[in-house]
């Protein structure tokens, strides 16, 4: 006799071939959770050789023997069940034994289409509870660790923007009449007035102070006079050093103003403010089985290119998964990433912060089993990404916002996943998603132009082995109850052409770009402290296009804990 924690009594008719032989009855329980006789974890036994999964000890197996094995079944306060009892007897103790009662998803008749349609996750739960319960291995698998930066970080802009050179002081001659304002002068850094630097256009004023004005002209071809590199000479102004008048040798301060071109790596706008954190996806930190636990991830990412010189990013992702329904077949996920990274309000000249601490964007998801055998299990689902983070700003010299991007996309990403047994100890688990901008960013510039820009549509492949090198419960008293050591792939690829907006002078985007492709490796165990809390140590490596790599290396720190 067996009593679940849901308050089942099971028992097997004395008429049963191993009550004939003298042995003792056999208790069935059909997909019902039942108490292991070790008394340790709970596990749902569906008429085959199962393990407490905290001791090892097997639950009793069904009968061997030809005829018929009557199981009788008394359900008390389980609200699964709306029928308070039922009973079946299989004519031959190999045919297959229905799970449930007759109003659950598993009955006899077909559910029409009509019903398929309606009922669409009901029936993929029933899959799930009518399924044999997968072996020991696969439950307790570890997560998989994960490996990349998520979306392509960076992107191109490309324009000009006004840029003021270093004040010079030179000595200013020339005609002065009666009124100073009428001057013509001419104007030289260097002292030599024979070749001057600059020339007086136009009439002068007086400022505040009393002091002369002047618009002045560069008449010495090539003289860049301090403007920074790809900048062209455009402006400048002369102002006397004293005030009341001008008089030949006097000295003046000349501001001169130059029209400088760029082409700079800034933060990718179709990401916004979430380019700097980096994506998330579901195979991060994440099981193909549901499971109800909270955990914390940390990243350590060298050189990722937001910039032309690269930023190191910390990331820190809290979060939670809740399982639920049928033998916990069902699950929904949330996560809150932030990261101390380059600052979304982008300098055009100057140094952008590169230590900031940014909030990424809402990660939501739910997943749900498809399929499941003593070996595999298959799942899906989808996730979201919700515009939580800051707008990107991209600032010029002289203070103004040149772009603004402002943080509206909301990402939609279905998934499937599986996990298989290969070996008593070896197993793999992967995933496949597809990640799709639904809605975009709003780009604004300061000439007017307002549009729309929308990440490519990506793909993320991931899949991983690993190994039981230590089972739990094979060394008692030892630090780590198991040790499962993993090796994964993870690989993300464009499957667009990255988008493109200009408005005439500021050029966003990377024309005619390949499609961005990267390809990681990661190296990792996984030790757990207890049978409910583990620790994942992984290092990830890029491999191959140096031009589409994320980092130099990632260091993932991942700490779990499951109720």
């Known amino acids: 006799m067996l009593v679940g924690n849901s308050g089942l009594l099971a028992q097997v008719a004395p008429s049963g071939p191993m009550q004939q032989s003298g042995q003792p009855p056999i208790a069935y329980v059909l997909s019902e959770q039942v108490t292991c006789t070790c008394g340790h974890v709970n596990e749902n036994y569906v008429g085959g050789p199962r393990g407490c999964s905290g001791c090892g000890q097997p639950l009793p197996e069904p009968p061997t023997g030809n005829g018929a094995d009557i199981a009788s079944v008394a359900y008390q306060h389980t609200h699964q069940y709306a029928d308070p009892s039922y009973s079946e007897q299989p004519p031959v103790y190999g045919e297959p034994m229905h ?30 509870t009518c399924g044999p319960m997968p072996a020991l291995n696969i439950r ?5 660790i994960g490996g990349g930066f998520g979306g392509s970080g960076r992107t191109n802009l490309r324009g000009t923007q006004v840029v003021q050179g270093p ?40 400022n505040g102070s009393g002091q002369y004005v002047f618009s002045v002209e560069e008449s010495v071809g090539g003289t860049n006079l301090g403007l920074p590199a790809n900048t062209q000479f455009l402006d400048a102004t002369a102002t006397a050093q004293v005030a009341g008048g001008i008089n030949n040798g006097d000295l003046w301060n000349i501001v001169v103003n130059g029209e400088q071109t760029f082409n700079l ?106 399929y499941q055998s003593t070996d595999v299990v ?54 496949f998603q597809i990640d799709v901008d639904t809605t975009g960013n709003q780009v604004i510039t300061n000439r007017g132009l307002e549009s729309r820009i929308r990440d490519t ?51 966003l985007g990377t024309p005619n770009a390949d499609y961005q492709s990267n390809l990681n490796m990661v190296f990792g165990s996984t030790f757990e402290v207890c049978p409910n809390e583990a620790i994942s140590l992984g290092y990830a490596v890029p491999i191959g296009n140096s031009s589409d790599q994320m980092f130099d290396g990632q260091l993932r720190v991942v700490w779990n804990r499951y109720f």
């Open 167 to 206: 004040t010079f002081v030179a000595t200013g001659t020339g005609t002065i009449p009666a009124n100073p304002a009428n001057s013509s002068l001419l104007y030289d850094v260097f002292g030599s007035v024979a070749n001057p630097d600059f020339v007086s256009v136009g009439v002068g004023q007086q």
């Open 457 to 507: 549509t990506r793909m993320y492949t991931d899949g991983g082995l690993g190994y039981f090198l230590r089972k739990r419960g094979e060394k008692k008293d030892a630090i780590f109850d198991a040790i499962i050591p993993t090796v994964e792939l993870h690989f993300e690829r464009q499957l667009q052409r990255s988008s493109t907006l200009t408005d005439g002078l500021f050029v």
């Open 99 to 128: 799970y449930g009662t007759p109003a659950e998803c598993c009955n006899a008749a077909p559910p029409s289409r009509c019903e398929s349609l309606l009922n669409a996750f009901g029936n993929l739960a029933c899959l799930n």
């Open 265 to 370: 790596i800034v933060p990718d706008a179709a990401n916004a403010g979430a380019a700097v954190v980096g994506r998330s996806k579901i195979a991060t930190n994440n099981s193909p089985l549901p499971r109800t636990r909270m955990f914390f991830n940390y990243d350590y990412m060298s050189d990722v290119p937001l910039n032309a010189s690269g930023v190191a990013v910390n990331r820190f992702t809290p979060g939670f998964e809740y399982a639920f329904g049928h033998n916990d077949g069902a699950s929904i996920e949330f996560r809150v990433p932030y990261a101390s990274t380059l600052s979304s309000d982008v300098l055009v000249s100057g140094q952008t912060e590169s230590s900031d601490i940014q909030v990424g964007d809402l990660f939501l998801a739910y997943k749900q089993v498809l």
């Open 140 to 144: 307790q698998a570890p997560v998989m």
């Open 378 to 431: 298959v799942s899906g689902g989808v996730s979201l990404t919700l515009p939580s983070t800051n707008d990107l700003k991209i600032q010029l010299a002289d203070g103004s916002t040149a772009v603004l991007v402002e943080n509206q996309a909301v990402h939609v990403m279905p998934f499937f996943a599986s996990i298989a047994n290969l070996t008593d100890r070896l197993f793999y688990q992967g995933f």
